[in-house]
């Protein structure tokens, strides 16, 4: 998959440029599932967060950028369905928008759906995460983001092999400072980067590249 991993979303033109790169053609050709399942596991977020995200009232900028069409894919769902229905969909759009929320609980449902298991026959496709929504294809989130009481642990999906800190210095977030998140990266034993709402992190065949308006900082193993 081509990977554009967002602390807050699609917020500013760099990364906006960046993800029509990633796609091969403008927004307005190009068929995008929603993804909101994360959003069910946290206990901060609720019916009337999921509808604003569903809808893109800011801050969730995601769903409302001008697409050729929206559809919500919600996991949880998609083992009562069967397959055959659900798969066509996914292979059928050009990109994934992946909501924030808990992040153990998307990865939860990425496999008891099966799209985990779908995930490397979709080389073309493009994943667009916004905070839970990028932190799940990481190996671990660290303890600090588990808030899924039926967590076994903070480990992720691991397509990518760094993690992920996301609203670095959010200004509804007073506890997500850099000092925090130095200390949370000595927890990881693994590379890692701290962002902030106006930072992505890019990702296809080479390297990782930073994708910023705002500020980040990356942590080596």
Sequence with gaps: ?????????????????????????????????????????????????????????????????GWASVGVLELTALPSIGADRWVPWVKEADVLL???????????????????????????????GMSAGSMVLTPRIGDDFVSWPSAPDDRALGLVDFSIYPHLDHEDMPNNTLPN?????????GPSYAI???????????????????????FPA
Excluded: C
């Excluded at 990425?110 to 496709?125: I, K, V, W």
């Design 196 to 218: 902030d709402d106006q930072t992505a992190l890019k990702v296809t065949d080479g390297p990782v590249e930073v994708i910023t308006e705002g500020h980040w900082k990356a």
């Design 98 to 128: 992946v909501d924030g929320g808990e992040a153990t609980y998307l990865y939860h449902w990425m496999r008891e759906s099966g799209l985990a298991d779908l995930l490397p026959s979709l080389p073309d496709t493009v994943w667009v």
């Design 1 to 65: 998959m081509k990977l554009l991993l967002t602390s807050g979303g699609i917020t500013n033109e760099s990364i906006r440029d960046a993800l029509i790169d990633l796609l091969g053609k403008p927004i307005a050709e190009s068929r995008a599932l929603f993804i909101p399942t994360a959003q069910w596991g946290h206990p901060a977020l609720s019916p009337v967060t999921v509808q604003k995200a569903v809808a893109g009232t800011p801050p969730w900028h995601l769903s409302s950028l």
């Design 181 to 189: 998140a130095e200390k949370w990266a000595a927890t990881i034993n």
